[in-house]
């Protein structure tokens, strides 16, 4: 069996089989030739990008050895087992679960766990592949040939002239020669392979700086024993944030089928809590409220908890109640809330600094990382400097004033003419001249009418920087 693409004008092959290799054939032959030598072909036309969905899916389903896993170019994984191996019983244990994984959906592998990365690619690309212990790695890859280095054509073809045909020709050498003749970054290329430099890989997602793990004989399939296992992940997630002085504000439950899917749920908290029980409510109510829920299929067999996001959480004193003092009651509505609707669907207003009305504030997700920034103080016993309602954009008004730059003493809005009883002002704002050089001063005013109605009024440009200042209603006092 081939697989054939067009090239040129003309069909290739793309990949054969083994038994294809066999028989002489070779990716990049035309197909007219290839059916001359051997007319008993089965030919598929090559998909890249079925190749390329294919391998993402079984990455997602690797996760669940590590979270640091990457792809490896072509048709290969990258896994850095770091701390991992003690789930499967050992470095072995985990390398044969790999390959049982791989089996079981049909593919057909080669591996080698080596000290660093490029030692491993290697080896499992160029040499025998198995499980190396440190010190063996680099025994191993001084036997392996030159083309484990992947280097140009070129040069790979220079160095077989001169005699160098494997790694270890090349690491008795001096380093100098070779830079001064296959370039700079040679030595450090062979460096990497040998296992001397270590590169680390960056995985396909950001590695969460705590994730917990459990691995079960026997798949579970029923709500209860989820909600067991992400409730002893929760106690275990807590010990380990306690001891690093943090608190989670993201957390994520992976459910790792046996099929090979992958479901993740992600809860986030409006500050950061190493509230297991909190934290475990939040999970019923997102899962409660799933569109697509959960399905188990035959069973999950892993299980993994991972703090997305973290920070700093002191330590908080208890009151002689039990009860912890501070504002928990709207942090824990809204962590309900965001949990039940979405996180897009709980907003709030967040300030941002800027001294533009319209732009000094935003609605952002209400679960979402607060703004460093700070709401300006109000004047105890003072009236509210800015009003609840505000128009966007600012709706124009015809006003007539005692003096050109004074108060407005009254203003028709929307075809009702107010009569102006109390003027307060102006506060003079500047525009934001590193945004449009055009914007202009605006002077507001916080005015009441004679039936009681106040409003927040401005005049845009002043006298003899613009021909006729135009007036604007920008908001409602309540």
């Given amino acids: 069996m081939v697989l054939v693409e067009k090239i040129g004008g003309a069909l290739r092959l793309a990949?054969?089989?083994?038994?294809?290799?066999?028989?002489?054939?070779?990716?990049?032959?035309?197909?007219?030739?290839?059916?001359?030598?051997?007319?008993?072909?089965?030919?598929?036309?090559?998909?890249?990008?079925?190749?390329?969905?294919?391998?993402?899916?079984?990455?997602?389903?690797?996760?669940?050895f590590t979270p640091m896993i990457a792809e490896d170019g072509p048709h290969g994984l990258m896994l850095d087992v770091t701390g991992c191996a003690h789930l499967f019983g050992g470095e072995a244990g985990l390398v044969g679960a790999a390959?049982?994984?791989?089996?079981?959906?049909?593919?057909?592998?080669?591996?080698?766990?080596?000290?660093?990365?490029?030692?491993?690619?290697?080896?499992?690309?160029?040499?025998?592949?198995?499980?190396?212990?440190?010190?063996?790695?680099?025994?191993?890859?001084?036997?392996?040939?030159?083309?484990?280095?992947?280097?140009?054509?070129?040069?790979?073809?220079?160095?077989?002239?001169?005699?160098?045909?494997?790694?270890?020709?090349?690491?008795?050498?001096p380093r100098a020669p070779l830079a001064?003749?296959?370039?700079?970054?040679?030595?450090?290329r062979l460096a990497r392979v040998l296992g001397d430099e270590d590169v680390r890989i960056t995985p396909h997602r950001p590695a969460p700086p705590i994730a917990v793990d459990r691995v079960f004989f026997e798949p579970i399939l029923t709500d209860a024993d989820v909600e067991r296992v992400l409730s002893?992940?929760?106690?275990?997630?807590?010990?380990?944030?306690?001891?690093?002085?943090?608190?989670?504000?993201?957390?994520?439950?992976?459910?790792y089928r046996i099929d090979g899917q992958v479901r993740r749920i992600v809860v986030r908290?409006?500050?950061?809590?190493?509230?297991?029980?909190?934290?475990?409510?939040?999970?019923?109510?997102?899962?409660?409220?799933?569109?697509?829920?959960?399905?188990?299929?035959?069973?999950f067999d892993q299980m993994r908890l991972s703090v997305l996001e973290a920070q700093r959480l002191a330590p908080?004193?208890?009151?002689?109640?039990?009860?912890?003092?501070?504002?928990?009651?709207?942090?824990?509505?809204?962590?309900?809330?965001?949990?039940?609707?979405?996180?897009e669907a709980v907003l709030w207003f967040e300030p941002l600094g800027s001294h533009i009305p319209e732009r000094a504030s935003r609605m952002a997700p209400a679960a979402a990382t607060r703004s460093d920034?700070?709401?300006?103080?109000?004047?105890?016993?003072?009236?509210?400097?800015?009003?609840?309602q505000m128009f966007d954009p600012p709706q124009p008004v015809e006003t007539l004033a005692?003096?050109?730059?004074?108060?407005?003493?009254?203003?028709?809005?929307?075809?009702?003419?107010?009569?102006?009883?109390?003027?307060?002002?102006?506060?003079?704002?500047?525009?934001?001249?590193?945004?449009?050089?055009?914007?202009?001063?605006?002077?507001?005013y916080r005015v009441e009418d004679r039936e009681g109605r106040r409003f927040w009024l401005f005049r845009q440009g002043l006298y003899g920087e613009t021909d006729e200042p135009r007036w604007f209603v920008h908001g409602l006092f309540a």
């Fill in 402 to 444: 005692e003096v050109p730059d004074g108060s407005p003493l009254r203003f028709r809005w929307r075809r009702v003419l107010h009569e102006v009883a109390l003027a307060e002002g102006p506060e003079r704002i500047g525009g934001e001249w590193w945004r449009a050089p055009d914007q202009q001063t605006r002077d507001y």
């Fill in 232 to 255: 002893d992940l929760l106690v275990d997630t807590a010990d380990r944030l306690e001891q690093t002085g943090q608190g989670g504000r993201a957390f994520e439950a992976g459910f």
């Fill in 99 to 173: 390959h049982q994984r791989a089996e079981r959906i049909g593919l057909t592998v080669k591996s080698a766990l080596a000290s660093t990365p490029q030692a491993a690619r290697a080896l499992a690309r160029f040499g025998p592949g198995g499980l190396f212990q440190a010190g063996q790695d680099r025994r191993a890859v001084r036997h392996l040939p030159v083309a484990a280095l992947e280097l140009p054509e070129r040069d790979a073809q220079a160095l077989h002239r001169a005699g160098l045909k494997r790694i270890g020709d090349l690491d008795d050498r």
């Fill in 180 to 188: 001064a003749r296959f370039g700079t970054d040679f030595p450090a």
């Fill in 15 to 64: 990949a054969v089989d083994p038994a294809a290799a066999g028989a002489g054939l070779t990716p990049g032959l035309t197909l007219a030739d290839a059916r001359a030598r051997n007319p008993f072909l089965r030919t598929i036309v090559h998909r890249p990008e079925a190749d390329a969905a294919l391998l993402l899916q079984v990455m997602e389903d690797f996760g669940r």
């Fill in 269 to 299: 908290t409006g500050r950061a809590t190493r509230d297991t029980d909190g934290v475990l409510r939040l999970f019923r109510e997102r899962l409660a409220a799933l569109s697509n829920p959960l399905d188990p299929g035959f069973g």
């Fill in 373 to 388: 920034q700070a709401w300006p103080e109000r004047i105890p016993g003072g009236p509210p400097l800015r009003p609840l």
């Fill in 316 to 343: 908080a004193q208890r009151g002689l109640d039990g009860d912890r003092p501070g504002g928990e009651d709207l942090s824990r509505l809204i962590d309900r809330l965001t949990a039940r609707l979405g996180p």
